[in-house]
């Protein structure tokens, strides 16, 4: 079974990280998650960074992982950021299959998703 | 029946601007979903403002106006400048109800949705 990498932009205001790795809880905690790990990793401005989260997977002897890009918009970050500090780690571990999905805000179920919010 | 609003932080990026947009359309085009107007407005660097997308709710009729925060972290922006732009549209029009629910990524329905994504 793959694990699941949560990665976000990371902020200095360290509860803005705090709610990122609450929400990795979330996502692990939900009943029909399949995934072995589920962890929140950080562009910048927190720990673990993109390449350190994908590594301690791998020391857990995942070889599977699939990267989510947690941000809403398709800018930089997601097209060359991410992808980058992926492209790192997969260097440096060949037999680690990375496997990044759309990023949050291009998620075909993000619109019932706000409608659920805002009921 | 209200309409909602969504508000992004807004971007120099035009194309993540329009994402956002069309978000508003693909939450407008759910069939279950019953606002009478859904849309989009940006805290800064695009257009309309909050206030701006609001008075122009108002403008056709609306009286009841759901504001949803398209933001992930409960940063100042969440907890205090979209707050205080309501609060001056508010001021300027008291016939109409405005109701800010919780932001995106203080969502329950967030963990499921990000397993959606992973899949």
Redesign the interface.
Known sequence: MPS?L?I?HG?R?A??ND??RR?AE??R??P??AYTHVEAAFLELAEPGIGDGLAALAAKGETEI?A?P?F????THVAQDIPKAIAGFSAAYPAVEVRV??H???????????????A
Chains 1, 2 share one sequence.
């Open positions: 699941l949560i976000a902020s205001r509860a803005s709610e990122v929400l979330q996502v905690a939900q029909e998650q699939v989510f947690y809403l918009a398709a800018g999905t759309p949050l805000g291009a998620s075909a179920s993000l619109p019932a998703t706000i409608l659920n919010v805002a």
